[in-house]
């Protein structure tokens, strides 16, 4: 038989003979089933023409199954109770989680707040897998739906409408200086942010521009590194008075564990909403749910700090 074939059967009836073996009466089936005496001689004839065998003879009261019927319940228990474990609903639990999950994250997602949430997430579910990945900012909607990422952290850029997001916090932009720079202690005007030469680490082509903008009647910077990495930047400021511009929560991460001196920017960008997207295929899935409820939580904790 073609599994066509078996659509267009009523399966629910190898249920009713299941419980028909076990009971080995029509009336005791009918209350089990919670139908009839009459309902359930219709399934039992049913079966029958389905089956094309008597699946029972009579001997007094009791349905006394045939070898057939026997065979056929034999080999409906695992299928059945494979049935019955999918359609059971069950709490999550985290710890005997072991899923794998792509998060898509920016160049500051990765350095300033995935290794923020990551000792949370493993504390609680410690073989879950996960991996992370470049997020596509402008493909953001086919990375998420075809691309296999299941999250993504960053902001929004391109079309998002069609994504289930939850909002994070507001992440600006700072200055970092080494303790040997001529401003190590003195505030930082505009006038000194344009003079000095400059790095810029981990800020899309759209937080670029902001800055650029901002700044676009004064004549250009002389930015000497645009990377990713802090630490590409670190290796230069032996060699020159550097103003390293990225974003705050990375900056304040820096200045912390290298020493450096952290500067606000010296004029005004608007602060940008960082967001956690995924794909609504993935709504009710449990452990993508719990999954993303920590991540939301502990990010929207760390840039209020």
Same mark, same amino acid.
């Given at each position: 038989?073609?599994?066509e074939? /078996? =659509?267009?059967? @009523?399966?629910? #009836?190898?249920?009713?003979?299941?419980i &028909?073996?076990?009971?080995?009466?029509?009336?005791?089936?009918?209350?089990?089933?919670h139908?009839?005496?009459?309902?359930?001689?219709?399934?039992?004839?049913?079966?029958?023409?389905?089956l094309n065998?008597?699946?029972?003879?009579?001997?007094? %009261?009791?349905?006394?199954?045939?070898?057939?019927?026997?065979?056929?319940?034999? %080999?409906?228990q695992?299928?059945?109770?494979?049935?019955? +474990?999918?359609?059971?609903?069950?709490?999550?639990?985290?710890?005997?989680?072991? %899923?794998?999950?792509?998060?898509?994250?920016?160049?500051?997602?990765?350095?300033? $707040?995935?290794?923020?949430?990551?000792?949370?997430i493993?504390?609680?579910?410690?073989?879950?897998?996960?991996?992370?990945?470049?997020?596509?900012?402008?493909?953001?909607?086919?990375?998420?739906?075809?691309?296999?990422? @299941?999250?993504?952290?960053?902001?929004? /850029?391109?079309?998002?409408r069609?994504?289930?997001? +939850?909002?994070?916090? *507001?992440?600006g932009?700072?200055?970092?200086?080494?303790?040997?720079?001529?401003?190590?202690?003195?505030?930082?005007?505009?006038?000194?942010?344009?003079?000095?030469?400059?790095?810029? $680490?981990?800020?899309s @082509?759209?937080? *670029?521009?902001?800055?650029?903008?901002?700044?676009?009647?004064?004549?250009?910077?002389? +930015?000497?590194?645009?990377?990713?990495h802090?630490?590409?930047?670190?290796?230069?400021?032996?060699f020159?008075?550097? $103003?390293?511009t990225?974003?705050?929560?990375?900056?304040?991460?820096?200045?912390?564990?290298?020493?450096?001196?952290?500067?606000?920017?010296?004029?005004?960008?608007?602060? &940008?909403? =960082?967001? #956690?997207?995924?794909?609504?295929?993935?709504?009710?899935?449990?452990?993508?749910?719990?999954?993303?409820?920590?991540?939301?939580?502990?990010?929207?904790?760390?840039?209020?700090?």
């Amino acid at each position: 038989m073609e599994l066509e074939d /078996i =659509y267009r059967q @009523d399966l629910s #009836l190898l249920i009713a003979l299941q419980i &028909l073996v076990e009971e080995c009466s029509v009336t005791q089936a009918a209350k089990r089933l919670h139908l009839s005496q009459s309902a359930t001689s219709r399934i039992l004839a049913r079966l029958r023409d389905m089956l094309n065998d008597p699946l029972f003879t009579r001997v007094g %009261q009791k349905l006394v199954p045939t070898p057939f019927a026997l065979n056929c319940y034999s %080999q409906l228990q695992q299928p059945t109770g494979q049935l019955i +474990e999918l359609l059971t609903p069950k709490e999550f639990n985290p710890s005997e989680c072991q %899923q794998k999950f792509t998060i898509a994250a920016t160049d500051y997602a990765m350095q300033a $707040i995935v290794p923020f949430v990551l000792p949370e997430i493993y504390s609680k579910a410690p073989c879950i897998r996960l991996e992370v990945i470049p997020v596509q900012h402008k493909e953001l909607q086919p990375q998420l739906s075809q691309q296999g990422a @299941d999250l993504a952290i960053c902001r929004a /850029i391109g079309q998002t409408r069609q994504l289930s997001q +939850e909002f994070l916090g *507001k992440v600006g932009v700072s200055c970092l200086l080494s303790p040997e720079h001529p401003l190590a202690d003195s505030p930082l005007t505009l006038a000194d942010y344009l003079y000095y030469p400059h790095a810029t $680490i981990a800020i899309s @082509d759209g937080v *670029k521009a902001l800055v650029d903008s901002a700044i676009a009647a004064h004549p250009d910077r002389n +930015e000497l590194l645009r990377t990713s990495h802090l630490d590409s930047a670190l290796t230069l400021l032996k060699f020159h008075p550097l $103003i390293i511009t990225l974003p705050e929560g990375m900056a304040e991460l820096a200045a912390s564990k290298h020493r450096l001196r952290l500067k606000p920017l010296p004029f005004e960008i608007p602060p &940008l909403d =960082y967001n #956690l997207f995924w794909h609504s295929k993935s709504e009710l899935d449990k452990a993508h749910k719990w999954l993303r409820e920590e991540i939301t939580a502990l990010i929207r904790q760390l840039l209020k700090q």
